[in-house]
């Protein structure tokens, strides 16, 4: 179960930096939320990612935005205007249970979602009009001629014969091939 598990992580992380890579070399404005505990961006095709283009990083808690939660969070986005949405956490008492922590027989700790993870999922009125603000400061980008478009920089720093099969990328254009 745990390669199943395994293998579709890979699939999902493969896909969404292709994403990445593409709305990157477009110059497409791109901002991508993810929890604070996420092991996301330390994966081999992230690391490459982020090693080789502009992607800034903002850190920030939900709780500022009004959440009934603090969960932090990160931000990546393709520019710096991220930093907008960097807030402090409110001082306050919160009553939330996201984690629920045990001990299994043998006494190591099982951490699991609490009754409250679920609802930590929905975004508030407040960050997606930050979002937006964020978003509606940036410069539109002139697209270019595509016949005078040429292949980006960006895709120079690939290696050749990777042909990212760990992101099963065949299905996908078999899928945007369909009628």
């Known amino acids: 179960m745990l390669n199943l598990v395994e293998s579709i992580v890979q699939v999902m992380v493969s896909r969404m930096t292709l994403i990445l890579w593409v709305l990157q070399s ?10 604070g505990s996420s092991l996301l961006w330390n994966h081999p095709r992230m690391e ?9 990083r903002c850190w920030t808690w939900m709780g500022a935005f009004g959440a009934g939660s603090p969960k932090g969070t990160t931000l990546w986005s393709s520019r710096n205007s991220v930093q ?6 409110p001082n306050k008492i919160w009553d939330h249970e996201m984690t629920k922590k045990t001990f299994l027989r043998n006494g190591k ?3 699991s979602g609490g009754r409250d993870l679920k609802a930590s999922q929905a975004y508030t009125p407040e960050f997606g009009f930050s979002t937006l603000s964020v978003w509606l400061a940036e410069p ?5 001629q595509l016949s005078k478009a040429k292949v980006p920089n960006i895709w120079a720093t690939l290696p050749k014969r ?12 078999q899928y945007l091939t369909l009628n």
């Open 26 to 35: 477009k110059q497409v404005f791109y901002l991508y939320e993810q929890p």
């Open 48 to 56: 490459a990612f982020i090693e080789s283009c502009d992607a800034y």
């Open 84 to 89: 907008k949405l960097n807030r402090p956490l």
């Open 109 to 111: 700790l099982s951490i």
């Open 140 to 144: 539109e980008v002139e697209m270019p």
């Open 162 to 173: 990777d042909r990212w099969d760990d992101g099963r990328i065949v299905e996908v254009l």
